[in-house]
Structures are given as C-alpha cells and as structure tokens.
C-alpha cells in the first residue's frame, strides 16, 4: 500500500518560515520524482516546486527564491523549506510522486500566512 504522508503545516505570520515533510512508504522512493503542490480556495492546484531523482530541482516563479525542495532517498522523505511567506502562499499543499505511469498524491496539508 501506497502512502505519501505530509506534515509540518501550519499558521505562520507574513514573512515567516515552514518546513513541510512528505514521507512516502510502499514505493522505490529513489525513482520517483517528487513534487510539490499548492491549491488555494477556488483555484486550481498548481506545482510550486520538483525534484527528480536525480536531484534536479524546478520552481514556479511565485516561489523562486524563497522556497527550497530537497529529498532524503534513506529517510524516503520530500522536503519543502518555505521563507519569507506571504499572504498569497495560503493554501493546502500536497506531496506528489511521480515515476513513469505511477503517481500518487497525500493528503494534503494546510498552510495558512497571516498578514
């Protein structure tokens, strides 16, 4: 069974920090492509961040700069580090992995920036 379980979500004031964590059992964690999520209300989810197995990292232009994706292949853990937050960044994120026709999502986690 497939699990990708995110955590470190929380309520966090306009320029502060956040660590997600996306820890994922029952896959070869060290093939999959990892992705990073975000779905505001009413909106679409959009990718914000991505890292392949390899180590190659991707950002959406809102995040350059401030958001950070890495992996730990033992621990079978994604990780987004979220500075200088900003109102616009609330939403609820997900973890997604992602290897060829195999793709799985979490549950979500929320992360709310107050101003």
């Known amino acids: 069974q497939v699990q990708l379980v995110e955590s470190g979500g929380g309520t966090v004031q306009d320029g502060g920090s956040l660590r997600l964590s996306c820890a994922a059992s029952?896959?070869?964690?060290?093939?999959?492509?990892m992705h990073w999520y975000q779905q505001a209300p009413g909106k679409q989810r959009e990718l914000v961040a991505a890292?392949?197995?390899?180590?190659?990292?991707n950002y959406a232009d809102s995040v350059e700069g401030r958001f950070s994706i890495s992996r730990d292949n033992a621990k079978k853990t994604v990780y987004l580090q979220m500075n200088s937050l900003k109102p616009e960044d609330t939403a609820v994120y997900y973890c997604?992995?992602?290897?060829?026709?195999?793709?799985?999502w979490g549950q979500g986690t929320q992360v709310t920036v107050s101003s």
């Open positions: 890292i392949s197995s390899g180590g190659t990292t």
């Open positions: 029952g896959i070869n964690f060290s093939l999959y492509a």
């Open positions: 997604n992995a992602r290897w060829g026709k195999y793709g799985y």
